[in-house]
Antibody, heavy 120, light 113 residues
Framework: EVQLVESGGGLVQPGGSLRLSCTASGFTLSGYWMHWLRQAPGKGPVWVSRMSSDGSTTDYADSVRGRVTISSDDSKNTLYLQMNSLRVEDTAVYYC??????????????WGQGTMVTVS | DIVMTQSPESLAVSLGERATINCKSSQNVLFSSNKKNFLAWYQQRPGQPPKLLIYWASTRESGVPDRFSGSGSGTDFTLTISSLQAEDVAVYYCQQYYTIPRTFGQGTKVEIK
């Protein structure tokens, strides 16, 4: 079964740091573009960052650029999101997601369950 | 950034009746070379991640009931639930994957009347 499992969320003070992890099972992360999204309580999902399948390309939302770094460890089949200088407005559930089926063309057909980050 | 605007914000529909949700993008999401609309619809139940229902604006994801259908092209799109079931109570989002940043609508909450 294709699955993504996030971890690493928690309560952090403003200005603090966290590293989120997203471990894949049932497929190899390095074969897919991987994305991080977040969803604040009562709001819609917001795209945060992406990494290409070979790791050579990364993109970030304007709201996090310079404070967040996406990376991966192929040996652990795990995607990371290093978040620094956290702000209250970064409070959200953070999801990793991907387009697993090529027929979906770029829509996110696999999501993790999410990990909650609270900045307070 | 492409802004996605959904309407209505919420709607209450009787069981077995039709629910229609609209989504408008601020820019065209139809890719001219393959004639495909880079538009997806998701369903999100409380405490769950979004679930892909429709991609390419009108293609149902595997396992999605055929009461869900998507239509539209360019900048105007519609998700229709032809006969609302109790399990369809959720928030529905449209999303464009034409460009980065990927952007979502603000969501439409569907409830039972």
């Amino acid at each position: 079964e294709v699955q993504l499992v996030e971890s690493g969320g928690g309560l952090v003070q403003p200005g603090g740091s966290l590293r989120l992890s997203c471990t894949a099972s049932g497929f190899t992360l390095s074969g897919y573009w991987m994305h991080w999204l977040r969803q604040a309580p009562g709001k819609g999902p917001v795209w945060v960052s992406r990494m290409s399948s070979d790791g050579s390309t990364t993109d970030y939302a304007d709201s996090v650029r310079g404070r967040v770094t996406i990376s991966s460890d192929d040996s652990k089949n795990t995607l990371y999101l290093q978040m620094n200088s956290l702000r209250v407005e970064d409070t959200a559930v953070y999801y990793c997601a991907t387009t697993y089926s090529s027929s979906s063309g770029g829509a996110f057909d696999v999501w993790g369950q999410g990990t909650m980050v609270t900045v307070s | 950034d492409i802004v996605m605007t959904q309407s209505p914000e919420s709607l209450a529909v009787s069981l077995g009746e039709r629910a229609t949700i609209n989504c408008k993008s601020s820019q065209n999401v139809l890719f001219s070379s393959n004639k495909k609309n880079f538009l997806a619809w998701y369903q999100q139940r409380p405490g769950q991640p979004p679930k892909l229902l429709i991609y390419w604006a009108s293609t149902r994801e595997s396992g999605v009931p055929d009461r869900f259908s998507g239509s539209g092209s360019g900048t105007d799109f519609t998700l229709t639930i032809s006969s609302l079931q109790a399990e369809d109570v959720a928030v529905y989002y449209c999303q464009q994957y034409y460009t980065i940043p990927r952007t979502f609508g603000q969501g439409t909450k569907v409830e039972i009347k």
